[in-house]
Antibody
Framework: EVQLVETGGGLVRPGSSLKLSCATS????????MNWVRQAPGKGLEWVAL??????????NYAESVKGRFTISRDDSKSRVYLQMNTLRDQDTATYYC??????WGQGVMVTVSS | DIQMTQSPSFLSASVGDRVTINCKAS??????LNWYQQKLGEAPKLLIY???SLQTGIPSRFSGSGSGTDFTLTISSLQPEDVATYFC?????????FGSGTKLEIK
């Protein structure tokens, strides 16, 4: 069974950092492209970042709204993908989902940025 | 960036009705379009990938069509459990972009 479990969310102050983790199982992680997608409360979905597999040299792509502040990474030995979020803003408040190839999704983790 | 215009924003229909939801891309995205269903308080679930391929385990009353810039999600016979918000996503080019969603309710 495919599973994706996000952790690391919480309440933080504007300007601070947070690192999300997504633990996966049930599929061959090492050759899977992984994404982070977020959803602000009561709003629609926003794609955040993608990391390709080793065969594509772990190339990463980002939404303009997070470029330079967020970094996606992966550890194939642990079947985990991460999202390092720096210089957080109020508008980064959202539920963050990791997704496998934009097909299987985790249950999401809430990040609240507020003073 | 590619803009995805989804319509309608809200839809009310009766059980057994045929329902269609549309997404229009601001430029050609070939068939790189997915449809998702999101029920209240849950994560999105993939229904259709690459415009017309039914995801494993999804009922056959769901279908997708289209290519280029115009796409449609069809529910052939609406069921009570289909109450949800539906989103399209283009994954032809970065940044990937979602439609704004269609909230579907039962009349």
């Amino acid at each position: 069974e495919v599973q994706l479990v996000e952790t690391g969310g919480g309440l933080v102050r504007p300007g601070s950092s947070l690192k999300l983790s997504c633990a996966t199982s049930g599929f061959t992680f090492s050759n899977t492209w992984m994404n982070w997608v977020r959803q602000a409360p009561g709003k629609g979905l926003e794609w955040v970042a993608l990391i390709k597999d080793k065969y594509s040299n772990y190339e990463a792509n980002y939404a303009e709204s997070v470029k330079g502040r967020f970094t996606i990474s992966r550890d194939d030995s642990k079947s985990r993908v991460y999202l390092q979020m720096n210089t957080l803003r109020d508008q980064d408040t959202a539920t963050y989902y990791c997704t496998r190839n934009l097909r299987g999704w985790g249950q999401g983790v809430m990040v609240t940025v507020s003073s | 960036d590619i803009q995805m215009t989804q319509s309608p924003s809200f839809l009310s229909a009766s059980v057994g009705d045929r329902v269609t939801i549309n997404c229009k891309a601001s430029q050609n995205i070939n068939r790189y379009l997915n449809w998702y269903q999101q029920k209240l308080g849950e994560a999105p679930k993939l229904l259709i990938y690459n415009a017309n391929s039914l995801q494993t385990g999804i009922p056959s009353r769901f279908s997708g069509s289209g290519s280029g810039t115009d796409f449609t999600l069809t529910i052939s016979s609406l069921q009570p459990e289909d109450v949800a918000t539906y989103f399209c996503l283009q994954h032809n080019s970065w940044p990937f972009t979602f439609g704004s969603g269609t909230k579907l309710e039962i009349k």
